[in-house]
């Protein structure tokens, strides 16, 4: 069953992952405009084209995402102001991350790359719970502190948002993602 099969109303928020990170509305879930497919995950989050989305983005992409949005077929899209006040998402760089391996054998991690992704490589005791398949209502299997990654850093930020948005866990974001992380081995 698909995460929003029963909501009707949803805070898209197209802005870079970073300023996401950095400030964010509770309850929008992250959609970046930018750098990382956005078609194909809105419509991956949302297949219900009648859903009431509430749309932030920057000024200077405003028009951009408001056509693609339309384009899509999203017929009830709407801006949404942002103001200075908001959460911020925890996230971590890839040196603080090994430090806290280093000092933490049983750091939990999760992994939402795609299962074809893996052969690339992964942390030996990473969870491994897909993007899609959260967005299939697929949970980490416990209620606890997790550093999520992806391959750059794009979709854990999407994964942390919808799990965020459920009540789900303590989650770090690993800035970079694995390929980040990998680089600087």
């Keep these: 069953m698909h995460i929003f099969t029963d909501r009707n109303h949803i805070i898209i928020d197209t802005r870079s992952s ?6 964010h509305i509770d309850g929008s879930v992250f959609v970046g405009f930018s750098g990382g497919n956005f078609k194909h995950w809105l419509e991956l989050l949302l297949p219900d084209k ?25 017929s009830n899209a709407k801006l949404m102001e942002l103001n200075s006040a908001g959460d911020v998402l925890d996230h971590i760089s890839t040196n603080e991350f090994k430090e806290i391996i280093r000092n933490n054998n049983d750091s939990a991690v999760l992994d939402v790359r795609e299962v074809d992704e893996y052969s690339q490589g992964s942390m030996a005791n990473a969870e491994k719970l897909p993007l899609s398949d959260i967005l299939q209502g697929q949970l980490p299997k416990q209620d606890k502190q997790y550093v999520v990654h992806c391959g ?12 965020k948005l459920l009540g789900r866990c303590k989650l770090i974001n690993l800035d970079g993602g694995y390929q980040q992380l990998m680089a600087k081995k």
Excluded at 18 to 23: G, I
Excluded at 50 to 64: F, G, P, R
């Design 18 to 23: 970073d300023e996401f990170l950095d400030h």
């Design 50 to 74: 009648n859903a009431d989305i509430e749309v932030i983005t920057t000024v200077t992409d405003a028009d951009k995402v408001m056509a693609t949005v339309s384009e899509l077929g999203y």
């Design 152 to 163: 750059s850093g794009y979709r854990s930020v999407i994964a942390i948002s919808l799990l």
